[in-house]
């Protein structure tokens, strides 16, 4: 009976400190928030006026994506950004929905620039972000100083690459993510996509079962980083929590799917790595997805990276 009360004891210990090292986190990076100045709290982004579709990426990371005609978006930098310093960036131009049926799948120059004033645009930007604006940022702009040329291909092409260095000079914070971490593109490429895969099977099979709280927690890393990034107060990351897990509940439980057609991608040189849907309706998303009776698709976005001297992968972005 004594051993009985000593084990439950020691298991009710066990989840405290998991519980409490999860708390401990998330308080260091509200901690780190809070001394960091309104004024300080810099935000990179990229802004794309697209005419075709196209792909983006920082110091090799697939940041971004859209396979449609004409967009018009911005995209947040910071959750790739570990540090200060020079950084890749790189747009990848898709041939149009036309270009595909017309001209046999190849990108047309004049997709990307036919005048001065009917081309693509793309503008690396910094913002003083605050919600409770209207523009949700209290900085001027300069959209002349901050475009990146663009060169139009010479001809028609399948795709066509664009790369600009960033020059990141204002970030207050510095995170690890996956700066130490092993590369994988050194490791045998069968015995490395069998891993992946079982770990990807791992969540699925956590998230089919309801164990939302079990698989969130596996991120505490990652969300301590996005936290840093992204100046998310404890309030706002609660609430974030508590909505996810709630969308998890809903959407996955039961209806997680199979792993039938997927690639493995590799990202950050090697340092990252991810199991996508290669082609078609669902292209680049990722291939842990659930489909509800009612036909409704999600796909959870997860990238691995494995820590230098650790034999497992973690969560590290999504």
Same mark, same amino acid.
Request: contains cysteine.
């Given at each position: 009976?004594?051993?009985?009360?000593? @084990?439950?004891?020691?298991?009710?210990?066990?989840?405290?400190?998991?519980?409490?090292?999860?708390?401990?986190?998330?308080?260091?990076? !509200?901690?780190?928030?809070?001394?960091?100045?309104?004024?300080?709290?810099?935000?990179?982004?990229?802004?794309?006026?697209?005419?075709?579709?196209?792909?983006?990426?920082?110091?090799?990371?697939?940041?971004?994506?859209?396979?449609?005609?004409?967009?018009?978006?911005?995209?947040?930098?910071?959750?790739?950004?570990?540090?200060?310093?020079?950084?890749?960036?790189?747009?990848? @131009?898709?041939?149009?929905?036309?270009?595909? $049926?017309?001209?046999?799948?190849?990108?047309?120059?004049?997709?990307?620039?036919?005048?001065?004033?009917?081309?693509?645009?793309? !503008? $690396?930007?910094? #913002?003083?972000?605050?919600?409770?604006?209207?523009?949700?940022? *209290?900085?001027?702009?300069?959209?002349?100083?901050?475009?990146?040329?663009?060169?139009?291909?010479?001809?028609?092409? /399948?795709?066509?690459?664009?790369?600009?260095?960033?020059?990141?000079?204002?970030?207050?914070?510095?995170?690890?993510?996956?700066?130490?971490?092993?590369?994988?593109?050194?490791?045998?490429?069968?015995?490395?996509? &069998?891993?992946? #895969?079982? &770990?990807?099977?791992?969540?699925?099979?956590?998230?089919?079962?309801?164990?939302?709280?079990?698989?969130?927690?596996?991120?505490?890393? &990652?969300?301590?980083?996005?936290?840093?990034?992204?100046? *998310?107060?404890?309030?706002?990351?609660?609430?974030?929590?508590?909505?996810?897990?709630?969308?998890?509940?809903?959407?996955?439980?039961?209806?997680?799917? /199979?792993?039938?057609? @997927?690639?493995?991608? #590799?990202?950050?040189?090697?340092?990252?790595?991810?199991?996508?849907?290669?082609?078609?309706?669902? &292209?680049?998303?990722?291939? #842990?997805?659930?489909? *509800?009776?009612?036909?409704?698709? *999600?796909?959870?976005?997860?990238?691995?990276?494995?820590?230098?001297?650790?034999?497992? $992968?973690?969560?590290?972005?999504?």
């Amino acid at each position: 009976m004594r051993k009985i009360r000593f @084990y439950l004891l020691l298991i009710v210990l066990l989840i405290n400190y998991q519980e409490n090292k999860s708390q401990s986190i998330n308080k260091k990076a !509200f901690e780190i928030v809070k001394k960091i100045p309104a004024e300080k709290r810099i935000t990179y982004a990229v802004h794309v006026n697209a005419l075709t579709p196209y792909e983006l990426y920082l110091d090799d990371i697939l940041i971004d994506y859209f396979y449609e005609d004409n967009m018009n978006n911005t995209t947040e930098l910071n959750p790739y950004l570990l540090e200060n310093g020079k950084h890749k960036l790189k747009i990848r @131009y898709l041939p149009t929905v036309d270009d595909i $049926f017309s001209k046999k799948g190849l990108l047309d120059p004049r997709d990307i620039y036919t005048r001065e004033d009917s081309r693509w645009h793309v !503008f $690396f930007v910094k #913002l003083n972000k605050d919600p409770n604006v209207p523009l949700g940022y *209290t900085n001027e702009i300069d959209y002349g100083g901050s475009e990146l040329k663009i060169i139009p291909p010479p001809s028609q092409v /399948p795709y066509w690459e664009q790369e600009w260095e960033l020059d990141i000079k204002d970030l207050p914070y510095k995170l690890k993510g996956w700066s130490e971490s092993e590369d994988l593109s050194k490791m045998d490429k069968k015995n490395l996509e &069998k891993e992946v #895969l079982t &770990k990807y099977n791992e969540f699925s099979k956590m998230l089919n079962e309801g164990k939302i709280d079990e698989y969130l927690n596996l991120g505490k890393n &990652k969300n301590y980083e996005l936290d840093i990034c992204t100046y *998310t107060t404890a309030e706002q990351s609660q609430t974030d929590y508590e909505e996810n897990k709630s969308k998890m509940s809903k959407l996955c439980v039961n209806n997680m799917q /199979p792993f039938n057609n @997927y690639v493995m991608k #590799l990202y950050a040189n090697g340092r990252l790595v991810s199991l996508e849907i290669p082609d078609g309706k669902y &292209k680049s998303w990722s291939a #842990l997805m659930s489909k *509800t009776p009612k036909g409704r698709v *999600t796909s959870w976005g997860v990238k691995l990276h494995k820590p230098k001297g650790s034999k497992d $992968f973690e969560i590290i972005r999504k």
